[in-house]
């Protein structure tokens, strides 16, 4: 079972990224997906999340209308794409997957409830 990030690297301002979150040894489609990310010095904090079915996504204050989380459940695959990034941004940013049996609930900031963790990417803004 694992969960794999991918789709970092060094951008300037402004730029965009697009990360991807893909598993083997296990189906998403019986899980929440949320994105976290994890600054140096910093805790690691919840960046958006996208329901089983994709019906429910969350975005935290900072990420609406930059961010745009997604879910391909035949390519057992969830994507995060990242426009307009800033310095602030830079981070290694992880995927986590919860499972529930309902589409209409995702982890948002709540590190608890997560079954499985990714290897983290590197995400890195500078001009």
């Known amino acids: 079972v694992q969960l794999q990030a991918s789709g970092g690297g060094l951008v300037q301002p402004g730029g965009s990224l697009r990360l991807s979150c893909a598993a083997s040894?296990?189906?998403?489609?019986?899980?929440?997906i949320g994105w976290f990310r994890q600054a140096p010095g910093k805790e690691r904090e919840g960046v958006s999340c996208?329901?089983?079915?994709?019906?429910?996504?969350y975005y935290a204050d900072s990420m609406k209308g930059r961010f745009t989380i997604s879910r391909d459940n035949a390519k057992n695959t969830v994507y995060l794409q990242m426009n307009s990034l800033e310095p602030e941004d830079t981070a290694v940013y992880y995927c986590?997957?919860?499972?529930?049996?309902?589409?209409?609930?995702?982890?948002?900031?709540?590190?608890?409830?997560?079954?499985?963790w990714g290897k983290g990417t590197l995400v890195t803004v500078s001009s």
């Open positions: 040894g296990f189906t998403l489609t019986n899980y929440a």
């Open positions: 986590a997957a919860v499972k529930r049996p309902y589409d209409s609930w995702c982890p948002r900031h709540d590190l608890d409830t997560i079954d499985y």
């Open positions: 996208i329901s089983r079915g994709g019906g429910v996504t």
